[in-house]
């Protein structure tokens, strides 16, 4: 028992240190990654497809990391904003760890990169659990996933810095109810702050990157108060590794926000890694594409 809770605490203390890197040279170059997660089907490719656009649009630099097991789909989308993107495939693997950011980033990022928006694995348990180096981290859920979520899935609720309700457009549709959502959040978060998109409608498009923005400028972030531990069983299938009831634990970014004992909602209409940051052993870097409509792709 004491050899498997060690190498728990091993796996994730190795995490933790290339993500507090990857932090502080994303800071020393003036940019931050935000970390995106949710489950499949979310909307969180269409959002981010309108988010990103809308950056080149204000002349913000932005880039795109999609990871997901299998397909070029969601990069190939999201090049279609005219910003770099790059496409990770896991080959089964549930999701990405800091470790593996920091090298695709390396070599990669363009220099006057400001803001990295990470597009996690389509899952609401295993990514929660890894610190990928970002300032923000945003849980997302569509109207369509019901109210239910939260309480389901404390860990990536529970650590949000930013929740974001997504296909609100159809809520009625669904019978979705937004007051019970509202409260559930709350209970696993108390105080973050709710935003309500549809990628569709147009519905809270820019209010993303408007808090992104803010976060490079140096604004406070929610800071989650969850100090309850959640556990998780899954298989690294890429390396045969499994790491059952991996602890998952808050680890502040530095910024306080205090919204009080309350959970809100925003419903808006449109309003850095060094050369020598190595990839993965087990990763072989294809060749980089310099054409925003033709995403990099790499395979884990």
Request: proline fraction near 6%.
């Amino acid at each position: 028992m004491c050899r498997t809770t060690d190498l728990r605490q091993a796996v994730l203390a190795r995490n933790d240190d290339s993500a507090q890197a990857l932090r502080a040279e994303l800071t020393a170059r003036g940019a931050i990654a935000v970390n995106m997660l949710s489950s499949p089907g979310s909307g969180k490719t269409a959002l981010l497809e309108s988010e990103l656009a809308l950056a080149r649009e204000r002349g913000v630099p932005v880039a795109a990391l999609t990871a997901d097991l299998a397909t070029e789909n969601d990069a190939k989308r999201l090049a279609r904003a005219g910003v770099p993107v790059r496409q990770v495939l896991t080959d089964g693997l549930c999701h990405i760890e800091a470790v593996m950011l920091r090298g695709y980033v390396a070599g990669w990022l363009p220099a006057r990169t400001q803001l990295l928006f990470v597009e996690n694995v389509g899952n609401l348990v295993c990514p929660a659990a890894y610190d990928l180096g970002e300032s923000l981290r945003v849980t997302l859920v569509s109207v369509t996933e019901g109210e239910d979520k939260p309480l389901k899935y404390p860990g990536a609720f529970g650590l949000a810095n930013l929740v974001v309700l997504t296909k609100t457009d159809i809520a009625a549709a669904v019978g979705f109810d937004q007051e019970t959502f509202l409260g559930n959040v709350a209970r696993v978060n108390p105080g973050v702050e709710v935003v309500f998109t549809s990628a569709r409608s147009g519905q809270g498009i820019g209010v993303l990157l408007e808090r992104a923005l803010a976060v490079r400028d140096g604004a406070e972030v929610h800071r989650p108060v969850m100090t309850r531990t959640a556990t998780h069983d899954h298989a690294h299938s890429a390396t045969g590794h499994r790491s059952p009831s991996l602890t998952i634990q808050h680890h502040g970014h530095g910024h306080d926000h205090d919204h009080g004992d309350h959970t809100h909602a925003h419903d808006q209409q449109s309003p850095p890694a060094p050369a020598s940051a190595a990839p993965h052993p087990d990763h072989d870097a294809l060749p980089h594409s310099h054409r925003y409509d033709h995403p990099t792709v790499d395979r884990w």
